[in-house]
């Protein structure tokens, strides 16, 4: 990696499970309990915001219990960006703080944050660390507006794409970490990273739906495979 300079890495659920949060299409993943129609869509949001709220009410709840911690595949890429000369950009799928929490800096939530909720009238984005209800008025704006998980659900676009976009066209180094590369725009980013001339390596528990496109993949667990990358 000697000559490496800038570094882009893509993390998925995968990178948090052995911090204890679910994944979503494992066996034991969340969409193996519920339908994506029912709580990850505008449409479900505008049919039963309650439902919805609750979902991801749920899953606040989870990442805010102190035994959910960032684990050594976090710290390591913390230490990366921390040890490493060139930019190095975390772009991440997840919507929980583990990156942050573990020292990283440059980090993109491309589907937004748990922790953080978005007015549906004036758009103000505000932290939140409770239960979100349908009645929670958003104080900035005539009150029209009410509190929805400042997440990106699909049909939405992707947050930061801009930004990540021109990542990409300049990596040298490319790397796809606990994704099972289902998910767009996301799982077209390795594709953007090779004709921009990176390397990519794919680092997940089993190949992804893109395996074939990664110049490397190993596989097994984040907490063994990221802090070894690193090293
Ligand atoms: C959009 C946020 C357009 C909320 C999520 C082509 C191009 C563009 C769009 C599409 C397209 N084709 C289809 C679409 C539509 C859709 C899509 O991709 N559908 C799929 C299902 C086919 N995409 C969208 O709707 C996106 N929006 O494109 O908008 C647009 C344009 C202009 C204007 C308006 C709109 C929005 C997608 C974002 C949806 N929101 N989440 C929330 O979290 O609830 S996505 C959802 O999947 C998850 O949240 C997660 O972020 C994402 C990816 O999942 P993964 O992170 O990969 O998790 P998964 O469980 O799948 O895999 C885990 C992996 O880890 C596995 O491989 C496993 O082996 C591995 N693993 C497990 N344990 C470990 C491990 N690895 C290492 N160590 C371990 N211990």
């Known amino acids: 990696m000697a000559d490496m300079q800038s570094i882009v890495i893509l993390t998925g659920a995968g990178i948090s499970r052995e911090s204890g949060l679910a994944t979503f299409r494992d066996a034991d993943g969340i969409w193996a309990t519920v339908r994506i129609e029912d709580v990850a869509t505008p449409e479900a949001f505008r049919r039963n915001p309650a439902r919805v709220q609750a979902f991801y009410n749920a899953r ?10 960032p684990n050594a595949a976090h710290i390591a890429l913390a230490r990366l960006e921390r040890d ?3 930019p190095v950009l975390v772009v991440t799928q997840n919507i929980d703080d583990l990156h942050e929490r573990a020292g990283t800096r440059g980090l993109l939530h491309m ?11 004036c758009g103000r984005v505000v932290p939140v660390t409770e239960e979100l209800t349908q009645d929670f008025a958003c104080a900035g704006c005539d009150g029209t507006g009410s509190l929805r998980p400042d997440v990106v659900w699909f049909g939405e676009m992707p947050m930061h794409m801009a930004e990540i976009e021109q990542a990409l066209a300049q990596a040298d180094l490319f790397v796809s970490i606990g994704t099972s590369g ?3 725009p996301a799982a077209g ?3 953007e990273a090779r004709r921009a001339g990176a390397r990519t390596v794919e680092l997940n528990l089993e190949p992804s739906e893109g395996a074939r496109l990664f110049d490397e ?6 907490t063994e495979l990221v802090p070894a990358f690193v090293e």
């Open 60 to 69: 606040r709840r989870q990442l805010l219990d102190p035994a959910v911690q």
């Open 84 to 86: 490493w000369p060139g």
């Open 111 to 121: 589907h937004g944050e748990l922790l953080k909720a978005r007015c549906t009238g």
């Open 182 to 184: 289902n998910v767009y």
């Open 189 to 191: 980013f390795v594709d």
């Open 217 to 222: 993949a190993r596989h097994g667990p984040a």
